[in-house]
């Protein structure tokens, strides 16, 4: 997802690999909730079904990286495939 500022440069916000990942980076003291809702949203509006967010002001990387899975119901993929 790309956002093009006031003073006219774009910024990307998330990246998204080959339609099935998309990928938030961040450099918090710790994330929160409201972090893992932007990412949901994002899951949500691509129709993707697995993101990461991605914390870069950690000691270790690995304890920077959270797994975030959208689980839309039955129903709704099944709508999804009439359209």
């Known amino acids: 997802m790309l956002y093009t500022g006031t003073l006219g440069?774009?910024?990307?916000?998330?990246?998204t690999?080959?339609?099935?990942?998309?990928?938030?980076?961040?450099?918090?003291?710790?994330l929160?909730?409201?972090h893992k809702a932007q990412l949901l949203s994002y899951l949500r509006l691509a129709r993707c079904?697995?993101?990461?967010?991605?914390?870069?002001?950690?000691?270790?990387?690995?304890?920077?990286?959270?797994r975030v899975v959208n689980c839309f119901p039955e129903s709704q993929r099944s709508q999804r495939s009439l359209r």
Do not use: Q
């Open 9 to 15: 440069w774009t910024v990307a916000t998330a990246w």
């Open 17 to 30: 690999w080959e339609g099935k990942v998309i990928v938030e980076m961040k450099s918090v003291d710790r």
């Open 32 to 34: 929160l909730p409201v």
């Open 49 to 66: 079904k697995l993101g990461l967010l991605i914390n870069f002001n950690v000691t270790r990387l690995t304890a920077g990286i959270v």
